[in-house]
């Protein structure tokens, strides 16, 4: 192989490696917690999502709040990865929303479902007279007629906002099984000039604490 053959193809493998904004466009998850991912859109805007089913790694300052997601816009300065968060109110601030499974049913059951349609475990349920009950699981069930209207039950879960039946959003909601979906919130201008290390399938945060990794 000749000499300027070797340098043709050194020069396409060095070409080939650089990361540039048509390439670094895609969805970077977290590995210790492959729901939570940043996704990098072809027009500049990114949308960051933090799901973790429990306390997530030490890195996060923030791994024993609310699940959450962000959006706004991003930049690539050379190798470095910049993100700016929206700050105007987001317009998906819904944080739940039920389907009626059945209706007309001898007794009232609930079950709790993140948007990945996994299961989501209730930490404890919180009763009117401020009891507390811890639970194992993402679901319950009980007799609506052992309940007065003022009564409320409290349901508590890792990384979203308590849930409070009877919710009047909804109808049907005693004697019914309903599905209960719940989403991260929105947060405007949480990220302010956050910088990644940008690689060909890998953004290393600038403190090299954790990486995310490109989805094939």
Known sequence: MSFYRIIFFFLLLLSSCKVTEENIVGTYYLKESPKT?????????????????????????????????????????????????????????????????????????????????????????????????????????????????????EFHFYGYRPYTWPNMQYTYESNSHLKIILNEESRTGLFKDIGFIAKRKKLISTSKHFSLKKSQ
């Open 37 to 153: 991912k940043l996704i990098l859109k072809k027009d500049k805007t990114f949308e960051f999502i933090k799901n973790f089913l429990k306390p997530g790694i030490g890195v996060f300052p923030d791994s024993t709040d609310r699940n959450f997601k962000t959006t706004g816009n991003w930049q690539l300065n050379k190798k470095k990865l910049i993100l700016n968060s929206f700050r105007k109110n987001s317009s998906d601030q819904t944080f739940t929303w039920s389907v009626i499974v059945a209706k007309d049913s001898s007794i009232t059951s609930l079950s709790f479902w993140d948007v990945y349609n996994d299961p989501v475990p209730i930490r404890f349920i919180k009763f009117p007279d401020d009891r507390i009950k811890f639970h194992l699981n993402n679901s319950i069930s009980f007799f609506a007629s052992d309940f007065n209207k003022t009564d409320t039950l």
